[in-house]
Nanobody, 119 residues
Framework: QEKLVESGGGLVQPGGSLRLSCAAS????????MGWYRQAPGKQRELVAT???????DYIDSVRGRFTISRDNAKDTVDLQMNNLEPADTAVYYC?????????????WGQGTQVTVSS
């Protein structure tokens, strides 16, 4: 029920690219705002990018112009295309779904996928 599963992480060299995918199941996907978060060892989890049900996107400054978030509501998937990767992007990346019907909103989380940027 209401699961998010990430995939696509791995090891890449600086300047390389990865595409992360998140698949949702057990719920209606399209009304949710989707997000990608990341967490490096010893650091707090931080929001990287969001996309609303209507397709509006937002990014933190450090990834704007390099990362692109997208969604396919018919397939219940959300992707994060990451280009020009930097060592500072190294983290576990988590998919998030936010149900704004509730106040405060209710969040669903995936298990995470490791992204390592190193030469």
């Amino acid at each position: 029920q209401e699961k998010l599963v990430e995939s696509g992480g791995g090891l890449v060299q600086p300047g390389g690219s990865l595409r992360l995918s998140c698949a949702a199941s057990g719920r209606i996907f399209s009304p949710y705002t989707m997000g990608w978060y990341r967490q490096a060892p010893g650091k707090q989890r931080e929001l990287v990018a969001t996309i609303t049900a209507g397709g509006s996107t937002d990014y933190i400054d450090s990834v704007r112009g390099r990362f692109t978030i997208s969604r396919d509501n018919a397939k219940d998937t959300v992707d994060l295309q990451m280009n020009n990767l930097e060592p500072a992007d190294t983290a576990v990346y988590y998919c998030n779904a936010r149900n704004s019907y509730y106040t405060p909103p209710h969040d669903f989380w995936g298990q995470g996928t490791q992204v390592t940027v190193s030469s």
